[in-house]
Structures are given as structure tokens and as C-alpha cells.
């Protein structure tokens, strides 16, 4: 962290002696990602597509970990800072590690993985750029190389933080002596992160800029879906838990309950099923499985919706008499689907959380590392705490 601070203030004077800033207003504008894919991509396993949730109260056999990441925004009229934080943790031993961890905060220790994104937003000799590059733990390029800087979307950019963040998580996970017991491993978010990128016609980039993006985003996925196999390849059951699906559009893509919907996400999709199914308030839905087909260097997927009652009598409204988050299997251990399944429902609604405990400590956990360092830094700096911020995820 001294090393940040010592930027941190040399960015001042170097602005305090009439250095010119390049901040863009344009690099906050907002960028969504969506998870879609083509009917051809989509398929239906099976004939019974919605089945009463009658879940088992299966134990994992040895150990069950979850893996989560956070992002905190220091941002200046010179400088972009984002802090990124991570976790593999288990509610049952107290086992894992976090990213980063104390020593390395305290400087005593690199860091496992690079964790901080930092944009200098003002014209910098060369030197100094060279300085900023050499520091522990920081990012200042995009995966395949890209500078990031006043031009670069600051979204994309907390996406690849966190995308980067996990993927180093994973390989540290399957590196360390966690995996001999053969664990259970979910991941808070989608096994793949989503690269089909939409700009609002106000705020639309260059093609060639969103070309980049979509590039490094491919690239991170072809690095996750790498670890992710060589993990299943050692025995060890993973699966991805989605809580978000205002930005997903799976379903109404083959449109399997023929609901002629357009094209709805699937929150709104499995909304409008409900509503012409009438069930029961206090019965429980399984809708799946779906197969993503594998796309090139990908990984296909089977998904999961997991529709859960939350009280007995119906309120007004209809959502809200449901809770629904999506799982993701990776195809390769298709057989074992039911079993892995089981282990979710465990941790999940066994423990009455609806969904799983151990993604909910661990969201838990990054987010209070991530705001920690960063109340940290601002001390050292002397940056107001009114530069801070939270880019919200879709995931």
C-alpha cells in the first residue's frame, strides 16, 4: 500500500505543477453485458422440463467451498483506482485463502495475484509509467496487453479486474492442498462470463474499442474454462450459482413452454410461467436442465433454474412470493449432475437461506476486505472518502 500512496501523491504534485489531465467523462458510460446465445447453442435435456423440487439433504463427502470477488473505486479527476478482493472459503473448516492476504497488505509478502487497478489520468513521463507498472499486485494493462487509460471503459475494466481475480483464485485453489480431499467448489456467478456487449445509442463506443473488449473478455473465459476442467479433471464437483437473471435471455431464446414471449430475460420469463401455472405458493420449482453447447476453447454447460417458495400464503405480486437463481454444471460431468445438485440444496435451502450459505459468507467476506483496504488507502493518501465508490455487477 505505501507503494499506491507514494503514486498517489506524486500524481498531485506532478497535476499541482500544471501537468494536463486526460480523464474522459465518456469512459464511465455504462457498457452492459448479456448472457445470451443462439438457439442452435440451446437445447432441452429430457421431456419433463418443470419438476416439483423434492431436494435431498446430501452432505458433501469431504469439504464445500465458495469463491467470490469485490471491487472498491478510489476515483480523482488524476487518478482511477479500482481495489479488487477475493476469496475460496469454507463455512465448515474455516479453510481457504483470500486475495489479498494481510502480509501483503502490510507489504511484507507479494501478493498471491494482482488485485489493483490503476488508470493515471494525467499526461506521465514515461518513467513514472514504468514505476506504476513495476509496483506489486497492480494492473495497468489489459489481459492481452491493451494500456488501460483514459479511453477505457472503466466498467469493462472492474469486470476484467474481477474476471482476473478469480481466474488466479482458481488456479491457486487447484494448485493447493485444498483439492486433495476432493471438495465441492461453487462459484458466485456464471461458470463463463458473458461477452455480447451493449452500449445505450447515447453512449456508443468505437467498434474497433468494443472488439477489444470482447477479445479480452475471450480470452479470460478461455483461461477460466482451462482451470475449470483441469479442476472437474481432478475429481473436484464445481458449479457456478447465478442470483441475477435481469441480464440473461436463455430461456426466451428456444422458448420451451412455447409462452411466445419475445425476447424477455429470464427473471421475466419464468415470472410469466409462473403466472400461467398458478402453483401452489408454497410448492417449489426445478426447471431444467438446459445445455449451452461448447463453443471454441469454451466449455458447455448444463443449467439449473431453482424456483423456491418463501412463504406459505401468495403477497400481491408474484416475484415476490418466489426467489429463483440459477445454477451451472460444467457438461463434463453431466452424470453427476443430480448428485451436485444435491450438494447446492445442502447448503442452500437445508440451511433455510434459500440461496447457498456459503456463497452468502463469502459475498460477505470480500466485500469487507475490499472496503477495508480501501478505507486503508484513503488514510495514507489523504484522498476523501467522497472519491469512493462501488461499481455495481451484474453478477
Known amino acids: 500500500m505505501k507503494h499506491l500512496s507514494m503514486i498517489a501523491e506524486e500524481l498531485r504534485k506532478i497535476v499541482s505543477s500544471g501537468a494536463k ?55 480523482t479527476p488524476y487518478l482511477f483506482l479500482a481495489i479488487g478482493a477475493g476469496s475460496v472459503f469454507s463455512r465448515f473448516t474455516g479453510r481457504g485463502f483470500d486475495v489479498p492476504h494481510a502480509s501483503s497488505i502490510l507489504g511484507l509478502e507479494e501478493p498471491l495475484c494482482r488485485h489493483i487497478l490503476l488508470v493515471p489520468e494525467v499526461e506521465l513521463e514515461s518513467d513514472i509509467l514504468n514505476s506504476i507498472m513495476d509496483i506489486p499486485g497492480v494492473l495497468t494493462k489489459n489481459p492481452l496487453g491493451t494500456q488501460y487509460s483514459s479511453y477505457y471503459n472503466k466498467h469493462i475494466a472492474l469486470v476484467e479486474l474481477r474476471l482476473f481475480i478469480e481466474n488466479c483464485l482458481l488456479e491457486k485453489f487447484h494448485d493447493s492442498s485444498l483439492v486433495n480431499d476432493k471438495p465441492v467448489l461453487l462459484i458466485d456467478g456464471p461458470l463463463l462470463y458473458p461477452k455480447t456487449i ?89 426447471i431444467g436442465p438446459l445445455r449451452v453447447k461448447q463453443e471454441a476453447g469454451g466449455m458447455g454447460r448444463l443449467l439449473w433454474y431453482i424456483v423456491v417458495s418463501r412463504r406459505i400464503y401468495p403477497a400481491p405480486g408474484r416475484m415476490g412470493n418466489y426467489a429463483v437463481f440459477r445454477v451451472e ?37 470480500v466485500k469487507k476486505i475490499s472496503s477495508s483496504i480501501t478505507t486503508y488507502l484513503l488514510y495514507t493518501t489523504g484522498i476523501p472518502v467522497e472519491a469512493t465508490s462501488q461499481y455495481i455487477t451484474m453478477f
Open 329 to 365: 454444471i460444467p457438461e463434463s460431468i453431466e452424470i453427476k449432475n443430480q448428485e451436485l445438485l444435491g450438494y447446492v440444496f445442502y447448503d442452500s435451502l437445508n440451511m433455510g437461506s434459500i440461496l447457498p450459505l456459503s456463497i452468502l459468507i463469502v459475498d460477505k467476506r
Open 198 to 286: 451493449i452500449t445505450e445509442s447515447t453512449y456508443s463506443s468505437p467498434r474497433e474499442r468494443i472488439k477489444t473488449y470482447i477479445d479480452s473478455l475471450d480470452y479470460l473465459n478461455k483461461q477460466r474454462s482451462k482451470v475449470l476442467g483441469s479442476l472437474v479433471e481432478s475429481g473436484i464437483y464445481v458449479a457456478g450459482v447465478v442470483k441475477r437473471l435481469n441480464r440473461s435471455y436463455y430461456l426466451s431464446t428456444i422458448d420451451p413452454f412455447g409462452l411466445s414471449t419475445g425476447k424477455i430475460n429470464d427473471e421475466a420469463y419464468i415470472d410469466t410461467l409462473i403466472t400461467r401455472m398458478k402453483p401452489s405458493t408454497s410448492m417449489s420449482l426445478l
Open 21 to 75: 489531465l486526460t480523464r474522459l467523462d465518456s469512459s464511465n458510460n455504462p457498457i452492459l453485458l448479456v448472457e445470451e446465445a443462439s438457439n442452435r447453442q440451446i437445447e432441452v435435456i429430457g421431456e419433463k422440463l418443470v419438476k416439483t423440487l423434492e431436494y435431498t439433504r446430501l452432505k458433501p463427502p469431504s469439504d464445500l467451498y465458495a469463491l467470490d470477488s469485490s471491487s472498491r473505486v478510489v476515483e
